[in-house]
């Protein structure tokens, strides 16, 4: 097994190379629709929708969900609950809490989402730690988006994971996790990833990840 613990990195905020200046609010129908104000692109990620036929959300209700809220430019990817969007919001962690809670609403399902900005996304790029490794295969490598920092102890809880040839690599608010036999057919389960974290998180393959930082990126 391997597994690091880097040193924290800067946490990024919307900055102004991801947003737009307006400056006029408008309020319709309960919709709030931003114009003419600070807009900043987010990737939201949520936790455990539509697996197994459980907490099941369609996409296209998700992106009128988003639009409702007053949110811009509101794209999904694949079904695991990826929207990416633009806000004026500056607070993510107000802007996480809203969103839960409008998913609660008007779905009835509760579960957890992970907010980042393309910012954070170039960081995880960056910061890949297999980028330099021959013969990774990009669907069998995955990152952990964690809602939280993880708890002190995290490299011995870690260390204390059994694995075959799986590989884990800590970086801040990400765990990077490699799956050379395929993630269906390893025993390390996101339970005993979480038990060791202390925190919850939700994971993207790496074509995933890409994708989402290339849609934002349009955005921006």
């Given at each position: 097994?391997?597994?690091?613990?880097?040193?924290?990195?800067?946490?990024?905020?919307?900055?102004?190379?991801?947003?737009?200046?307006?400056?006029?609010?408008?309020?319709?129908?309960?919709?709030?629709?931003?114009?003419?104000?600070?807009?900043?692109?987010?990737?939201?990620?949520?936790?455990?929708?539509?697996?197994?036929?459980?907490?099941?959300?369609?996409?296209?209700?998700?992106?009128?969900?988003?639009?409702?809220?007053?949110?811009?430019d509101?794209?999904?990817?694949?079904?695991?609950?990826?929207?990416?969007?633009?806000?004026?919001?500056?607070?993510?962690?107000?802007?996480?809490?809203?969103?839960?809670?409008?998913?609660?609403?008007?779905?009835?399902?509760?579960?957890?989402?992970?907010?980042?900005?393309?910012?954070?996304?170039?960081?995880?790029?960056?910061?890949?730690?297999?980028?330099?490794?021959?013969?990774?295969e990009?669907?069998?490598?995955?990152?952990?988006?964690?809602?939280?920092?993880?708890?002190?102890?995290?490299?011995?809880?870690?260390?204390?994971?059994?694995?075959?040839?799986?590989?884990?690599?800590?970086?801040?608010?990400?765990?990077?996790?490699?799956?050379?036999?395929?993630?269906?057919r390893?025993?390390?389960?996101?339970?005993?990833?979480?038990?060791?974290?202390?925190?919850?998180?939700?994971?993207?393959?790496?074509?995933?990840?890409?994708?989402?930082?290339?849609?934002?990126?349009?955005?921006?």
């Amino acid at each position: 097994m391997a597994c690091s613990d880097c040193a924290p990195r800067r946490r990024h905020t919307p900055a102004a190379s991801n947003s737009r200046l307006f400056s006029r609010i408008l309020v319709i129908q309960n919709a709030t629709v931003y114009t003419d104000s600070y807009m900043a692109v987010v990737i939201s990620l949520f936790r455990a929708i539509n697996v197994g036929g459980h907490n099941t959300v369609k996409m296209d209700a998700l992106r009128e969900l988003y639009t409702r809220l007053g949110f811009r430019d509101v794209q999904s990817y694949v079904q695991s609950g990826n929207v990416v969007f633009s806000t004026p919001a500056q607070d993510l962690a107000r802007l996480r809490k809203r969103i839960e809670a409008a998913v609660v609403e008007t779905f009835g399902v509760s579960t957890n989402i992970i907010l980042r900005t393309p910012a954070d996304f170039r960081s995880v790029i960056a910061n890949n730690p297999f980028a330099k490794r021959a013969g990774i295969e990009p669907n069998k490598l995955h990152v952990n988006f964690l809602s939280g920092d993880p708890a002190p102890g995290v490299r011995e809880r870690l260390s204390q994971i059994k694995l075959a040839r799986e590989e884990l690599h800590l970086d801040g608010r990400e765990l990077y996790m490699y799956y050379p036999d395929g993630m269906g057919r390893s025993k390390l389960t996101p339970v005993a990833i979480e038990r060791a974290l202390k925190t919850s998180g939700t994971a993207r393959n790496w074509n995933t990840v890409t994708k989402l930082l290339e849609m934002a990126e349009k955005v921006s």
